[in-house]
């Protein structure tokens, strides 16, 4: 089968082709970063998400403890404590 004229072959049409040098790639807005403050931006930011995933995660478990009918102080104590475990013991120095 040949390519009709005055068209581009049918590979190039690929949305899954790497970029050509007729497509210049965006610069890398971290390029300039040092690798350290990069990794440490991007702990934080899981850090700091994983506490919020853990406290949905609190917020459901007693949600269903008091549809069950079972809600008790020993019980809300033990999400709690659960959650502080999950998410081990945050020191002041992990947000500095």
Known sequence: MTTPPNSEPRASQNPYAPPTASEPMAPDPLADE?????ARRVFLAWEKLRIVY???????TVGLVVLSGHLTARVV????????AANGI???RTFR
């Open 77 to 84: 104590f033990v999400v709690l404590a659960g959650a502080v």
């Open 34 to 38: 040092p690798f350290g403050s990069v």
């Open 90 to 92: 945050m020191t002041a």
């Open 54 to 60: 853990v406290g949905i995660l609190g917020v459901i």
